[in-house]
């Protein structure tokens, strides 16, 4: 797994936001019709998103990921999960070992202090990471997996998860199209338009797609980011270009979710089906001998 970068420098202490009242992506009256999707589907996707502070004890961390400072690391302070509905499944604080000690709260972006990581704070009730890494794990397994940049989220929660079943609005190809075209970048190679993976494009901010496409202002107060918020703005998004996310999925190559593509289309909701094997040179003259046969039979 790579590294995620980060660079964040030290905040004063404040109150984490509280998260907003979200019921859904705002999309035209036709596609809200088709949210009311039927429990088997809604229960098929979460979205996680994780805060991190700053520590330079990085050989007692249990999950770490390193920042432009080669002497700190980010761990796991805080992570929360929402269902397809944007109602929170989970949400949890994160004690690292007493010998992890924060060298920088972040709590500028992060919404993390001190005192949230108290264990004797009543009002956070802060988790072991042993605890919380099972319970998060417990909660996404067998389900596809929504977030922005999810390799940096996974990588503190010290996860493995099966790539085709995430769908990561930083990587998804027309949002990194519309990145570039913010940022007024070429995607061609030459130009530089190539991201990291290889993906063309720039790496969307989760801030800028929501207010683009939702018209959400999230991540704009002083007291830093809300991982229940920016959960939600993730699911939101992927919800309001569901069809889209799909039809991208490894152009193809690999198994999607046609119960996206054929909702869009206003058909009947289909189950997961795998992509059909390739047939031979033989095979495909044999079909074509019997095409033509029936057409002058």
């Avoid at 109150?15 to 019921?23: I, S």
Wanted: charged share 30%; aromatic share 6%; with cysteine.
């Amino acid at each position: 797994m790579g590294a995620y970068v980060s660079s964040l420098p030290t905040a004063s202490y404040g109150l984490a936001p509280a998260p907003l009242d979200r019921t859904g992506p705002t999309v035209s009256s036709s596609k809200a019709a088709r949210t009311h999707t039927s429990r088997k589907l809604a229960k098929k996707y979460v979205a996680l998103d994780c805060e991190m502070v700053g520590t330079r004890d990085i050989d007692e961390a249990p999950c770490s990921i390193r920042t432009h400072d080669p002497k700190e690391h980010s761990v796991l302070a805080r992570v929360s999960i929402v269902d397809y509905d944007l109602k929170t499944l989970y949400d949890a604080y994160v004690i690292q070992p007493p010998s992890v000690r924060v060298s920088d709260y972040r709590t500028q972006w992060s919404g993390i202090t001190a005192n949230h990581l108290r264990p004797e704070n009543r009002a956070t009730r802060p988790k072991s990471f042993d605890v919380v890494q099972k319970e998060v794990e417990a909660h996404i397994k067998g389900r596809t997996l929504v977030g922005h940049a999810l390799r940096g989220d996974l990588g503190v929660l010290g996860l493995n998860y099966p790539k085709i079943m995430i769908r990561d609005t930083s990587t998804h190809s027309p949002f990194r199209a519309m990145a570039a075209g913010w940022d007024g970048v070429s995607l061609t190679r030459r130009n530089g338009g190539q991201g990291k993976g290889g993906i063309a494009g720039r790496t969307p901010s989760l801030k800028r797609l929501t207010k683009s496409l939702l018209g959400w202002d999230i991540q704009d107060g002083q007291e830093g980011h809300n991982s229940i918020e920016d959960a939600q703005a993730a699911m939101a998004l992927y919800k309001l270009k569901r069809a889209d996310f799909e039809k991208c999925r490894f152009g193809g190559k690999y198994p999607v979710d046609r119960s996206a593509i054929d909702d869009e289309k206003g058909t009947k909701v289909g189950a997961e089906v795998q992509p059909k094997p390739r047939q031979t040179r033989s095979e495909r003259g044999k079909r074509k001998r019997k095409e033509k046969a029936k057409q002058h039979g």
